[in-house]
């Protein structure tokens, strides 16, 4: 009897099956889980030049949690993370996808993109007649050596116009990669946080964001930490982390809810800022934060 065959149609959802949406992994002391506590909503494409920047709003807040190996939240205040590292990617809205590179034509139109390709003019100058990738005078400027006038040189058909230019770009662009800060949220809690403030996307559509911890940091070994005490070694100190300078795992990962990103005539406008930004503008991020609707019609209505 014949092997039994996986279905055509089982096999087609298995190929498109979205990730696990988030992942929590562990060291040699702790378990680190991502969350996504402020998700992104929207964002205003920006096109491919870089002039034109459009955050996405709200700038996506993630906190890290940190737990021991018996499952206890550690505090923050306890745990180094000097060497914490949050890396974002961008996919589909799926989750199965990867859409971090985006390609863009010169003939695109403007509405649609901005390209950066250089282009040349065509036809040539009028004195100047391309044949066979060549550039040669035309037959009215040649003479004879004794003065009597060259054969005609037959004119070459232009040659034919090169395909449009296409490159590939990042569709995310910002900053990709960003250090954890230690930040109280709106309710006063302490944590280990990574804002992303300064993310955009060139392209219109419906995304996620994959964001990837990574811990580039190693303890000082016990041997360097004893020989720097006694001033006989060079490392960081005891107990202290240094930069992994070899390869570092993601330790856990997330995706974010998907958002939608407009067209400049469709964009709905800007997130209203939210208490946890506002909290983070009060301890130094710079996250620009929209002034209250309300509190503006007061001020404008006292002017007058």
């Known amino acids: 009897m014949p092997p039994q065959q996986m279905p055509q149609d089982y096999k087609a959802e298995a190929a498109v099956r979205p990730m ?7 060291n040699d002391q702790y378990r680190f889980t991502l969350v996504v506590s402020q998700q992104p909503q929207r964002a205003r494409m920006c096109g491919f030049g870089d002039k034109d920047r459009r955050p996405i709003t709200p700038p996506p807040c993630v906190r890290l949690l940190i737990h021991d190996m018996h499952g206890k939240e550690v505090d923050a205040d306890s745990v180094n993370g000097s060497f914490f590292v949050l890396q974002v990617d961008l996919w589909n809205d799926k989750a199965d996808r990867e859409a971090n590179i985006v390609r863009a034509s ?9 390209s950066t390709a250089t282009t040349t003019s065509f036809p040539p100058t009028p004195d100047r007649t391309a044949i066979g990738g060549m550039l040669y005078r035309t037959p009215q ?3 004879d050596p004794y003065g009597y006038p060259a054969p005609a040189i037959p004119m070459a058909a232009p040659p034919p116009q090169p395909p449009p230019h296409t490159m ?3 569709n995310l662009i910002g900053s990709l990669t960003v250090n954890a800060a230690k930040l109280e949220d709106s309710s006063k809690k302490l944590g280990y946080w990574f804002v992303l403030q300064d993310l955009s996307v060139r392209t219109e559509g419906h995304f996620r964001l994959r964001m990837n911890f990574i811990d580039v940091g190693v303890v000082t070994s016990s041997a360097s930490a004893s020989g720097t005490a006694n001033g006989s070694g060079s490392g960081s100190g005891p107990g202290l982390p240094s930069l992994n300078k070899g390869r570092a795992p993601v330790l856990a990962h997330v995706f974010s809810n998907p958002f939608q990103v407009y067209s400049a005539k469709k964009f709905p406008g800007v997130i209203e800022s939210t208490d946890l930004s506002k909290a983070f503008a009060k301890q ?10 309300k509190e503006g019609k007061e001020e404008e209505g006292d002017s007058d």
């Open 168 to 170: 590939f770009t990042r």
């Open 141 to 143: 400027s040649l003479t």
């Open 284 to 293: 130094g991020v710079k996250i620009p934060i929209r002034k209250d609707t």
């Open 106 to 114: 010169n003939t695109a139109s403007p509405s649609a993109s901005i």
């Open 20 to 26: 696990e949406l988030s992942h929590s992994g562990c």
